[in-house]
Protein backbone atom coordinates (compact mmCIF):
# COMPACT_ATOMS: atom_id res chain seq x y z
CA UNK A 1 0.00 0.00 0.00
CA UNK A 2 1.42 3.56 -0.98
CA UNK A 3 2.07 5.67 1.99
CA UNK A 4 -0.46 9.11 1.78
CA UNK A 5 0.81 12.51 1.64
CA UNK A 6 -0.11 15.52 3.06
CA UNK A 7 -1.95 18.03 0.51
CA UNK A 8 -0.33 20.44 2.18
CA UNK A 9 3.67 18.92 1.83
CA UNK A 10 5.61 20.55 -1.34
CA UNK A 11 5.77 18.21 -4.30
CA UNK A 12 7.90 15.22 -3.99
CA UNK A 13 10.53 16.35 -7.02
CA UNK A 14 10.89 19.83 -4.84
CA UNK A 15 12.38 17.97 -1.56
CA UNK A 16 15.15 18.23 -2.95
CA UNK A 17 15.41 22.20 -2.70
CA UNK A 18 14.42 21.84 0.75
CA UNK A 19 17.34 19.48 1.62
CA UNK A 20 19.67 22.14 -0.22
CA UNK A 21 18.74 24.50 1.79
CA UNK A 22 18.56 23.27 5.30
CA UNK A 23 22.38 22.29 4.35
CA UNK A 24 23.18 26.29 3.47
CA UNK A 25 21.03 27.22 6.49
CA UNK A 26 23.69 25.63 9.23
CA UNK A 27 26.25 27.84 7.38
CA UNK A 28 23.76 30.54 7.89
CA UNK A 29 22.65 29.87 11.73
CA UNK A 30 26.80 29.90 12.44
CA UNK A 31 27.37 33.47 11.02
CA UNK A 32 23.69 35.03 12.18
CA UNK A 33 24.77 36.81 15.10
CA UNK A 34 27.90 38.58 13.15
CA UNK A 35 25.39 39.78 10.95
CA UNK A 36 23.54 41.06 12.89
CA UNK A 37 26.25 42.61 15.27
CA UNK A 38 27.42 44.58 12.32
CA UNK A 39 24.15 45.09 10.30
CA UNK A 40 26.15 43.83 7.36
CA UNK A 41 24.43 42.81 4.62
CA UNK A 42 24.73 38.99 4.31
CA UNK A 43 25.41 38.75 0.55
CA UNK A 44 27.51 36.29 0.76
CA UNK A 45 24.42 33.95 1.58
CA UNK A 46 22.31 35.32 -1.08
CA UNK A 47 24.97 34.04 -3.76
CA UNK A 48 24.85 30.80 -2.30
CA UNK A 49 21.19 30.55 -2.40
CA UNK A 50 21.92 31.81 -6.37
CA UNK A 51 24.51 29.30 -6.85
CA UNK A 52 22.11 26.09 -5.88
CA UNK A 53 19.70 27.45 -8.58
CA UNK A 54 17.06 28.00 -6.39
CA UNK A 55 16.27 31.45 -7.87
CA UNK A 56 16.14 30.20 -11.19
CA UNK A 57 13.36 27.33 -9.75
CA UNK A 58 11.52 29.95 -8.45
CA UNK A 59 10.46 31.68 -12.10
CA UNK A 60 7.74 30.19 -13.84
CA UNK A 61 8.45 27.45 -16.53
CA UNK A 62 7.60 29.27 -19.31
CA UNK A 63 10.45 31.89 -18.17
CA UNK A 64 13.09 28.94 -17.84
CA UNK A 65 12.30 28.15 -14.37
CA UNK A 66 10.44 25.53 -12.51
CA UNK A 67 7.43 27.01 -11.17
CA UNK A 68 8.77 26.12 -7.92
CA UNK A 69 5.38 25.83 -5.80
CA UNK A 70 4.50 27.76 -2.66
CA UNK A 71 4.36 24.64 -0.26
CA UNK A 72 8.20 24.49 -1.21
CA UNK A 73 8.68 28.29 -1.24
CA UNK A 74 6.67 28.57 2.25
CA UNK A 75 8.93 25.85 3.93
CA UNK A 76 12.25 27.01 2.63
CA UNK A 77 12.05 30.44 3.96
CA UNK A 78 10.48 29.19 7.35
CA UNK A 79 14.02 27.29 7.43
CA UNK A 80 16.06 30.29 6.07
CA UNK A 81 14.40 32.76 8.65
CA UNK A 82 15.02 30.02 11.52
CA UNK A 83 18.61 30.45 10.76
CA UNK A 84 19.18 34.03 9.73
CA UNK A 85 16.16 35.98 9.35
CA UNK A 86 17.90 38.92 8.32
CA UNK A 87 18.82 36.74 4.86
CA UNK A 88 15.35 35.19 4.73
CA UNK A 89 13.72 38.75 4.51
CA UNK A 90 16.09 39.88 1.73
CA UNK A 91 15.39 36.60 -0.54
CA UNK A 92 11.29 37.12 0.28
CA UNK A 93 11.82 40.56 -1.37
CA UNK A 94 14.16 39.75 -4.00
CA UNK A 95 12.29 36.35 -5.48
CA UNK A 96 9.29 38.82 -4.92
CA UNK A 97 10.49 41.60 -6.97
CA UNK A 98 11.99 39.47 -9.34
CA UNK A 99 9.16 37.12 -10.47
CA UNK A 100 6.44 39.80 -10.02
CA UNK A 101 8.30 41.54 -12.91
CA UNK A 102 8.69 38.90 -14.62
CA UNK A 103 5.06 38.14 -14.32
CA UNK A 104 3.65 41.47 -14.56
CA UNK A 105 6.28 43.26 -17.27
CA UNK A 106 4.77 42.45 -20.85
CA UNK A 107 6.54 39.37 -22.44
CA UNK A 108 9.87 40.09 -23.82
CA UNK A 109 10.63 42.70 -21.35
CA UNK A 110 9.71 39.88 -18.44
CA UNK A 111 11.81 37.14 -20.27
CA UNK A 112 14.76 40.13 -19.99
CA UNK A 113 14.20 40.39 -16.15
CA UNK A 114 14.12 36.31 -16.23
CA UNK A 115 17.29 36.51 -17.62
CA UNK A 116 18.83 38.95 -15.22
CA UNK A 117 17.96 36.85 -12.02
CA UNK A 118 19.25 33.38 -13.65
CA UNK A 119 22.15 35.32 -14.28
CA UNK A 120 22.66 36.61 -10.96
CA UNK A 121 21.08 40.16 -10.51
CA UNK A 122 19.83 41.10 -7.65
CA UNK A 123 16.17 42.59 -7.36
CA UNK A 124 14.74 44.57 -4.58
CA UNK A 125 10.53 45.32 -3.82
CA UNK A 126 10.00 49.72 -3.48
CA UNK A 127 6.78 50.14 -2.97
CA UNK A 128 6.09 51.24 0.37
CA UNK A 129 6.19 55.09 1.14
CA UNK A 130 7.18 57.36 4.35
CA UNK A 131 3.36 58.54 4.26
CA UNK A 132 1.40 55.75 2.55
CA UNK A 133 2.19 52.91 5.77
CA UNK A 134 0.09 49.98 4.59
CA UNK A 135 -0.80 50.97 1.45
CA UNK A 136 1.66 49.79 -0.25
CA UNK A 137 -0.26 49.09 -3.57
CA UNK A 138 -1.42 52.28 -3.61
CA UNK A 139 1.04 55.02 -4.11
CA UNK A 140 0.38 58.25 -3.45
CA UNK A 141 3.72 59.97 -5.01
CA UNK A 142 2.69 60.83 -8.92
CA UNK A 143 4.83 60.61 -11.41
CA UNK A 144 4.90 62.96 -14.41
CA UNK A 145 5.10 62.63 -17.91
CA UNK A 146 8.22 63.06 -19.55
CA UNK A 147 10.26 61.87 -23.09
CA UNK A 148 10.48 58.09 -22.72
CA UNK A 149 8.13 57.41 -19.33
CA UNK A 150 7.80 59.47 -16.96
CA UNK A 151 9.71 61.31 -13.82
CA UNK A 152 9.45 59.92 -9.97
CA UNK A 153 10.19 62.43 -7.43
CA UNK A 154 9.52 60.83 -4.07
CA UNK A 155 10.88 57.97 -1.65
CA UNK A 156 10.16 54.90 -0.59
CA UNK A 157 10.90 53.00 2.53
CA UNK A 158 12.30 49.30 4.25
CA UNK A 159 13.69 48.52 0.78
CA UNK A 160 15.44 45.76 1.88
CA UNK A 161 18.67 44.46 0.16
CA UNK A 162 18.29 48.00 -1.88
CA UNK A 163 22.45 48.45 -1.66
CA UNK A 164 23.17 45.50 -3.71
CA UNK A 165 19.98 45.61 -6.16
CA UNK A 166 20.06 45.94 -10.00
CA UNK A 167 16.44 46.06 -10.65
CA UNK A 168 13.77 47.55 -8.65
CA UNK A 169 10.08 47.41 -8.73
CA UNK A 170 8.60 50.46 -8.36
CA UNK A 171 4.91 52.06 -8.34
CA UNK A 172 3.58 55.68 -8.44
CA UNK A 173 0.56 57.56 -10.00
CA UNK A 174 0.48 57.71 -13.42
CA UNK A 175 -3.11 59.47 -14.65
CA UNK A 176 -4.58 58.78 -11.33
CA UNK A 177 -4.04 54.94 -11.97
CA UNK A 178 -1.28 52.62 -9.44
CA UNK A 179 1.18 51.70 -12.38
CA UNK A 180 4.41 49.51 -11.74
CA UNK A 181 7.83 50.01 -13.29
CA UNK A 182 11.22 48.02 -13.90
CA UNK A 183 13.31 50.74 -12.35
CA UNK A 184 17.44 50.43 -12.98
CA UNK A 185 19.80 52.48 -10.61
CA UNK A 186 21.30 55.47 -11.38
CA UNK A 187 22.44 58.87 -10.28
CA UNK A 188 19.08 59.80 -9.37
CA UNK A 189 18.51 57.29 -6.41
CA UNK A 190 20.33 57.18 -2.98
CA UNK A 191 20.05 55.32 -0.04
CA UNK A 192 19.21 57.22 2.94
CA UNK A 193 21.38 55.53 5.76
CA UNK A 194 18.35 55.53 8.11
CA UNK A 195 18.55 51.77 8.77
CA UNK A 196 19.97 51.97 12.63
CA UNK A 197 16.81 49.63 13.50
CA UNK A 198 16.55 47.25 16.63
CA UNK A 199 15.60 44.13 14.62
CA UNK A 200 15.89 42.07 11.19
CA UNK A 201 19.54 44.96 11.25
CA UNK A 202 21.54 42.70 8.88
CA UNK A 203 18.46 43.18 6.04
CA UNK A 204 19.67 47.01 5.31
CA UNK A 205 16.06 48.62 4.67
CA UNK A 206 17.17 51.54 4.08
CA UNK A 207 15.13 54.75 2.50
CA UNK A 208 15.23 55.07 -1.66
CA UNK A 209 15.09 58.49 -2.46
CA UNK A 210 14.14 59.44 -6.18
CA UNK A 211 15.13 63.19 -7.60
CA UNK A 212 13.88 63.44 -11.35
CA UNK A 213 14.36 59.06 -11.74
CA UNK A 214 12.78 58.54 -15.08
CA UNK A 215 10.28 55.42 -15.04
CA UNK A 216 10.91 54.18 -18.39
CA UNK A 217 8.08 53.88 -20.43
CA UNK A 218 9.29 50.29 -22.40
CA UNK A 219 9.40 49.03 -18.47
CA UNK A 220 6.03 49.82 -17.34
CA UNK A 221 3.79 46.86 -16.45
CA UNK A 222 0.68 46.95 -18.43
CA UNK A 223 -2.35 46.03 -16.09
CA UNK A 224 -2.97 42.96 -14.55
CA UNK A 225 -5.43 40.88 -16.44
CA UNK A 226 -5.15 37.68 -14.05
CA UNK A 227 -4.99 36.44 -10.43
CA UNK A 228 -1.47 35.74 -9.68
CA UNK A 229 -0.50 35.08 -5.63
CA UNK A 230 2.39 37.27 -4.82
CA UNK A 231 5.45 35.44 -3.42
CA UNK A 232 6.53 38.62 -0.54
CA UNK A 233 2.66 38.28 0.27
CA UNK A 234 2.86 34.60 0.71
CA UNK A 235 6.56 34.46 2.69
CA UNK A 236 5.80 37.18 5.50
CA UNK A 237 4.25 34.28 7.60
CA UNK A 238 6.80 31.95 6.87
CA UNK A 239 9.34 34.59 8.17
CA UNK A 240 7.90 34.87 11.22
CA UNK A 241 7.24 31.35 11.84
CA UNK A 242 11.31 30.49 11.36
CA UNK A 243 11.86 33.02 14.00
CA UNK A 244 9.42 31.16 16.02
CA UNK A 245 10.77 27.99 15.64
CA UNK A 246 14.77 29.66 16.28
CA UNK A 247 13.42 30.98 19.53
CA UNK A 248 11.71 27.97 20.71
CA UNK A 249 14.73 25.61 20.07
CA UNK A 250 16.53 28.40 22.11
CA UNK A 251 14.14 28.14 24.66
CA UNK A 252 14.30 24.45 25.09
CA UNK A 253 18.30 24.48 24.89
CA UNK A 254 18.08 26.95 27.83
CA UNK A 255 15.69 25.07 30.04
CA UNK A 256 17.38 22.08 29.58
CA UNK A 257 20.86 22.90 30.24
CA UNK A 258 19.64 25.42 33.31
CA UNK A 259 19.81 23.97 36.48
CA UNK A 260 17.87 25.71 39.54
CA UNK A 261 20.76 25.60 42.67
CA UNK A 262 18.05 24.98 45.74
CA UNK A 263 16.48 22.12 43.77
CA UNK A 264 18.99 20.64 41.40
CA UNK A 265 16.05 20.48 38.77
CA UNK A 266 16.20 21.87 35.37
CA UNK A 267 14.56 24.68 34.43
CA UNK A 268 12.48 22.04 31.55
CA UNK A 269 10.90 20.64 34.78
CA UNK A 270 9.22 23.28 36.05
CA UNK A 271 5.30 22.85 35.88
CA UNK A 272 4.69 26.69 35.20
CA UNK A 273 6.96 26.59 32.35
CA UNK A 274 5.99 23.48 31.03
CA UNK A 275 2.69 25.03 30.79
CA UNK A 276 3.31 27.86 28.83
CA UNK A 277 5.25 26.78 26.69
CA UNK A 278 2.44 23.78 25.91
CA UNK A 279 0.22 27.09 25.31
CA UNK A 280 2.85 28.43 22.86
CA UNK A 281 4.14 25.40 21.30
CA UNK A 282 -0.21 24.29 20.18
CA UNK A 283 -0.42 28.08 18.84
CA UNK A 284 2.58 27.83 16.83
CA UNK A 285 1.68 24.10 14.79
CA UNK A 286 -1.31 25.92 14.38
CA UNK A 287 -0.33 28.90 12.85
CA UNK A 288 1.86 26.49 10.55
CA UNK A 289 -0.45 24.11 9.61
CA UNK A 290 -2.63 27.35 8.29
CA UNK A 291 0.77 28.63 6.57
CA UNK A 292 0.81 25.84 4.82
CA UNK A 293 -3.13 25.60 3.95
CA UNK A 294 -2.37 29.76 2.77
CA UNK A 295 0.29 27.86 0.35
CA UNK A 296 -1.96 25.22 -0.60
CA UNK A 297 -4.03 28.00 -1.88
CA UNK A 298 -1.60 29.62 -3.61
CA UNK A 299 -0.77 26.55 -5.77
CA UNK A 300 -4.15 26.38 -6.36
CA UNK A 301 -4.72 30.13 -7.85
CA UNK A 302 -7.64 30.19 -5.22
CA UNK A 303 -9.36 33.48 -5.04
CA UNK A 304 -9.28 32.89 -1.14
CA UNK A 305 -5.43 32.93 -1.54
CA UNK A 306 -5.42 37.07 -0.70
CA UNK A 307 -7.99 36.69 3.28
CA UNK A 308 -5.86 33.62 3.87
CA UNK A 309 -2.55 35.48 3.97
CA UNK A 310 -3.84 37.89 6.28
CA UNK A 311 -5.24 35.19 8.95
CA UNK A 312 -1.62 33.20 8.50
CA UNK A 313 0.52 36.25 9.14
CA UNK A 314 -1.43 37.55 12.27
CA UNK A 315 -1.03 34.06 13.58
CA UNK A 316 2.52 33.81 12.85
CA UNK A 317 3.23 37.36 13.94
CA UNK A 318 1.59 36.96 17.22
CA UNK A 319 3.21 33.49 17.69
CA UNK A 320 6.24 34.52 16.92
CA UNK A 321 6.89 37.32 19.37
CA UNK A 322 4.67 35.23 22.29
CA UNK A 323 7.25 32.42 21.77
CA UNK A 324 10.86 34.55 21.73
CA UNK A 325 9.39 36.84 25.02
CA UNK A 326 8.75 33.41 26.94
CA UNK A 327 12.13 32.19 25.83
CA UNK A 328 13.23 35.81 27.17
CA UNK A 329 11.25 34.94 30.04
CA UNK A 330 13.10 31.55 31.12
CA UNK A 331 16.38 32.79 29.94
CA UNK A 332 16.05 35.55 33.04
CA UNK A 333 19.14 38.07 33.06
CA UNK A 334 21.39 35.94 30.72
CA UNK A 335 18.80 36.33 27.64
CA UNK A 336 19.48 39.87 27.80
CA UNK A 337 23.25 38.85 26.68
CA UNK A 338 25.46 39.33 23.12
CA UNK A 339 25.97 36.11 23.61
CA UNK A 340 23.04 34.70 23.79
CA UNK A 341 20.51 33.76 20.34
CA UNK A 342 17.39 34.89 22.73
CA UNK A 343 18.05 38.46 22.83
CA UNK A 344 18.67 38.75 18.83
CA UNK A 345 15.39 36.48 17.83
CA UNK A 346 13.10 38.40 20.56
CA UNK A 347 14.70 41.71 18.79
CA UNK A 348 13.77 40.23 15.14
CA UNK A 349 10.55 38.95 16.25
CA UNK A 350 8.84 42.28 16.53
CA UNK A 351 9.57 42.94 13.42
CA UNK A 352 6.70 40.78 11.08
CA UNK A 353 3.93 42.11 12.90
CA UNK A 354 4.95 45.70 11.57
CA UNK A 355 4.83 44.60 8.19
CA UNK A 356 2.70 45.48 5.45
CA UNK A 357 0.03 44.63 6.34
CA UNK A 358 0.72 45.11 10.08
CA UNK A 359 -1.19 42.82 12.24
CA UNK A 360 -3.54 45.44 13.39
CA UNK A 361 -4.92 46.41 9.40
CA UNK A 362 -4.89 42.46 9.10
CA UNK A 363 -6.92 41.99 12.30
CA UNK A 364 -9.07 45.20 11.30
CA UNK A 365 -10.20 43.60 7.87
CA UNK A 366 -10.44 39.97 9.45
CA UNK A 367 -13.10 41.82 11.91
CA UNK A 368 -14.77 43.51 9.34
CA UNK A 369 -15.27 40.75 7.58
CA UNK A 370 -16.51 38.26 10.39
CA UNK A 371 -18.79 41.15 11.97
CA UNK A 372 -19.99 43.05 8.34
CA UNK A 373 -22.73 42.29 5.91
CA UNK A 374 -20.68 41.43 2.80
CA UNK A 375 -21.58 43.05 -0.43
Not at 101 to 113: C, H, I, K
Not at 226 to 232: F, G, T, V
Not at 247 to 252: V, Y
Not at 265 to 288: G, I, K, N
Amino acid sequence: MTEATHPFDPPAHEHRWIEIVTELAKGFAATAADFDDTAELPIANLRALHATGLDRATLPAEFGGEGLSYRAYGEIVRILSAACSSTACIWVMHIGAAVGLVQLSAPEVGRFYAGELIDGKRFANALSEPSSGNMFLMPQQVAEPVDGGFRLTGAKRFVSGCEAADHFLVNALVDGAPTFFGVAPDDTMTFVPIWDTMGLRASRSQLVSFEGTVLREDRRCPPSTERRPNHIGAGLAFLSLGIADAAEDALITHSRNRVIPMTGQSLAEMQWLQFEVADVHTRLDAARMYARNMAWLADQNSPEFMSATMTAKVLANDVARDVAQLALKAGGGSGFLRASPIQRLFRDAQAGGLMAYSAEVCKDRIGKTVLLPQD
